[in-house]
């Protein structure tokens, strides 16, 4: 996937196929000042407010209470972004697209993850001293609050709507399973899905204790009561249990260091039953000689770099390191979206 500024015009066509089309100064501006926009949308409840019908930024504004002028101007980017639509008689008023992914109850919603990236704005700005030092920034250890930690949960919910109906489907599971270990599982929906697909199936979500007491409640309401309980633990001291028949780990393992990945790998490996299945999904780093950049997968390698202590790791390291924990049949599968989203699985002999 790519991302990128589109032509209005035949004159902006031709600009932008130069070689000296501005660029630098679009992809430095633009995105920031789309971005800035809406997160303050969610932040001070733009599309909530314009979930009856269209209203003038006046009318708005001192319904939530910030200045018309400024709220205006957000107002007209958001549109120009395709997150309102001119409602007339200088009125705005929701997209298609902002009604079905902007909105507390959307079915598509994304609302805590546009709100996760806001509390996190900042950290963006040391993306510089990342580079530098190749020391990064720990999100969880900097998570203090309930209610951040809500957000982030929540957000991890959001994505996971997206993503677990194509996970879930791809993972090996022993016929009779009965058990499985969602490690760092958070909300619990990935594990879920999984053990709905291979009744009596049912999932245990092992998480830090201040993430496990947000992710229950999302849990939960999400419906999945069924087939998902919760544990507090650390995953990294504590102990895991035994006779799982899958062990998970979706989209964790780049905030571990290698040498901690293959203790835990270790660890896992006796927590499974015979011919378990251990399954992890997360967002590969390509090997600079053997894949074309991938903005929107390249993307999300920066920001976990970038937010986490350790970084996204390669295929080949993950088929290593389950080899070398006693694991067989280890198979590497792409999921249909993104070159860099991959399925990591193999085998408790």
């Not at 809406?38 to 006046?58: D, N, Y």
């Not at 799982?244 to 905030?255: A, E, F, Q, R, T």
Request: charged share 20%; aromatic share 8%; net charge negative.
């Amino acid at each position: 996937m790519r991302y990128g500024p589109i032509a209005d015009d035949a004159f902006e066509e031709q600009l932008l196929a130069s070689p000296r089309a501005p660029m630098a100064l679009f992809d430095s501006f633009v995105p920031l000042v789309q971005a800035s926009a809406l997160m303050a949308g969610v932040r001070h409840g733009v599309f909530e407010g314009l979930r009856a019908g269209p209203r003038t930024a006046s009318e708005l504004a001192v319904a939530l209470g910030v200045d018309a002028d400024t709220l205006e101007l957000a107002m007209r980017v958001l549109t120009a972004s395709n997150y309102l639509v001119p409602g007339g008689q200088g009125r705005f008023e929701l997209s298609e697209l902002a009604r079905s992914t902007l909105l507390d109850d959307s079915a598509g919603r994304l609302t805590a993850w546009v709100a996760m990236l806001d509390m996190w704005w900042t950290d963006f700005a040391k993306m510089g001293d990342v580079i530098r030092t190749g020391h990064g920034v720990d999100h969880h250890g900097t998570l203090r609050d309930p209610t951040d930690w809500n957000t982030y949960q929540a957000a991890m919910l959001e994505n996971a709507r997206l993503m677990a109906p194509l996970v879930a489907p791809m993972v090996p599971v022993k016929p009779g399973a009965k058990r499985l270990l969602d490690i760092a599982g958070s909300h619990g929906l990935y594990g879920a899905l999984i053990a709905r697909a291979h009744p009596p199936m049912r999932s245990e979500v092992l998480d830090l204790p201040q993430a496990v007491e947000q992710a229950r409640k999302l849990g939960s309401a999400e419906g999945l009561d069924d087939v998902v309980t919760y544990r507090a633990g650390d995953v990294l001291v504590d102990d895991l249990g035994a006779d799982y028949d899958v062990v998970l780990l979706s989209n964790i393992l780049h905030h571990f260091a290698p040498q901690q990945i293959v203790e835990l790998l270790a660890r896992v490996r006796r927590a499974i039953s015979t011919a378990g299945t251990v399954a992890i999904w997360e967002v590969c780093q390509q090997d600079a000689d053997d894949a074309q950049p991938d903005l929107i997968g390249d993307a999300f390698a920066l920001f976990f770099r970038l937010t986490s202590t350790a970084r996204c790791y390669t295929a080949d390291e993950f088929t290593r390191w389950l080899t070398n924990a006693g694991f067989t049949d280890v198979q590497i599968q792409a999921l249909p979206v993104g070159r860099s989203l991959i399925l990591v699985t193999g085998r408790a002999a």
